[in-house]
């Protein structure tokens, strides 16, 4: 008995601690061909980009995977961080010149607003469920987006002003700033993110999200999603734990907007980057890694990331592969025979693992 | 004074009278069995109990603790458990994990200390290891802690559900329809766990039943539900000779 105990939190931390070397490893990867001049520019560029997705993706998979509810505002809850801490880093530029320090405010500053949001969002959205949850959800992102368009905030020596008109009405002394020129939203960010500083913060949400999970709260989540009337009965506080989960979720995307605000020298809330294009594509990367599969959200949003790019030199045909792939890993995921076959040949098989009977989170 | 006792509950949904004026007294340590026919109110009699419904009447007291207006969570915690007809496990978790979070509040720690690991998390989570292992070795489920929920054999799956709701440390344990499903070598070792449970953790245990055999061998004392209103009441051998009840629901 006792060896089995042992053997069985092994096996979790073992495979915790494989996630956490595929990121290690990653980056080392990435760092040698650097130094070795074999990373192109556009490569280089989509470095950043890359941590934000895979945060994101794992954050959003919090909320689907582990809670069980489909939540499509993900974007709008990286859009409330990344102006936080935009705002913030714009304001002390002058105040805190340690450029690590700034950052790691700005960072706690991003995921407090959006844990704020996520509160506020949850309390009246958490008690719908399924697609009505998904549709509130979606609305919440579009809206944020629309309310930061519109939003002019400038400082002065008398404090902060704030106009929902343009940038004259603000009022502002001579020697004034304007921070937030509505539709323009904010430039001059210090560009802060790096890759180094991308990888620690994706080491730090798995942390996050991986103890959170194999733990008493995790299970709790679990249990609300397997069985919400089972949950109840056996007396887990349903609301308690939702909301929990949803708001972690938010803070972390508040993250990786935060690196998101830093990486660009202009933070505008547009369709593009904080539409609910961008929170179905978090999605795709979810579903894609497989529902509740951390180590997978990870992988998928590297690849789906990666995959447009690479596939650049086709031009129009790039898109129609991209669809191929993502029908391809759908039927290779989910088919019956597939999965047989996986498990024939799989990697577990071959590695010589006698049991691939549960592979999870 | 009896454990649980509930005087002229009722409610009603839409027109229709569920269940009215509904007595029950069940003494500490006792096997008690509610039976009747289909639609007759047992199992809303159960959501009544565990509070998914609020009753429009009546009182219900566990150990002398008034629980009308409480909530599910609350019920729980003052010591009502339960398992249900059509069996509700979390599925797609392991069967230790299902007995874990029947845990849940009797075992815990900060999320804050399960996100940084302090020393609480592994001093609690080790006893929360130990307590579910002990009470799986109970139903004979040790050997599958680690199976999903739902790759348990029906009979299991049975068991691990009256083991989640055990394990949330109850005074009462309420099962609803415990063998339904099962085959008559099944409900012979079901029969002996319910007696394992009453005996060994001395719970008091009221259940819902269809099977005479399950019933008459193991049910001290018995109310009879027909149409919302208790039909018959009493020690099990009186009630089921009595000619009212073998009308109403055994059939002549």
Known sequence: ???????????????????????????????????????????????????????????????????????????????????????????????????????????????????????????????????????????????????????????????????????????????????????????????????????????????????????????????????RIAAESVGINVTKYKLLAFTVSASLAGVAGVLYAHNLSTLAAQPKNFGYNMSIMILVFVVLGGIGNIRGSIIAAVVLTLLPEMLRSLNDYRMLIYAVVLIAVMIFSWSPKCREFRERYGLKRLLGSKKGAKEEV | MALLEVESLGISFGGLRAVDNFNISVEKEQLYGLIGPNGAGKTTIFNLLTGVYKPDKGTIRLDGENMVGKNTIDINKAGIARTFQNIRLFKDMSVIDNVKVGLHNHHSYSTLSAIFRFPSYYKVEKEIRERAMELLKVFGLEEECDYLASNLPYGKQRKLEIARALATGPKLLLLDEPAAGMNPNETGELMDTIRFVRDNFHMTILLIEHDMKLVSGICEGLTVLNFGQVLAEGTTGEVLNNPEVIKAYLGE
């Open chain 1, 1 to 227: 008995m006792r060896q089995m105990k042992t053997k069985a939190l092994s096996k979790q931390t073992r495979n915790n601690l494989v996630t956490y070397g595929i990121v290690i490893a990653a980056y080392i990867a990435v760092e040698i061909l650097m130094r070795a001049g074999m990373v192109s520019s556009l490569l280089k560029g989509l470095l950043v980009p890359l941590c934000i997705y895979v945060i994101l993706a794992v954050s959003l998979n919090l909320t689907v995977g582990i809670l069980g509810e489909l939540s499509l505002g993900h974007a709008g809850f990286m859009c409330v961080g990344a102006f936080a801490g935009a705002i913030f880093s714009k304001c002390t530029m002058n105040a805190i010149p340690v450029a690590g320090l700034r950052f790691f405010l700005a960072l706690l500053i991003g995921a407090a607003f959006a844990a704020l949001a996520g509160i506020l969002v949850g309390i009246p959205v958490l008690r719908l469920k399924g697609d009505y949850l998904a549709i509130v959800t979606l609305a919440f992102g579009e809206i944020i987006k629309n309310v930061i368009n519109i939003i002019f905030l400038g400082r002065d020596s008398r404090g902060f002003h704030i106009s929902l008109k343009d940038a004259f009405d603000l009022g502002l002394e001579p020697e004034g700033e304007v921070i937030i020129k509505g539709p323009q939203g904010i430039t001059g960010t210090p560009n802060d993110s790096t890759f180094l500083i991308g990888i620690l913060l994706i080491l730090v949400t798995l942390f996050i999200v991986l103890n959170l999970i194999h733990s008493r709260t995790g299970r709790a989540i679990m249990s609300i999603r397997d069985n």
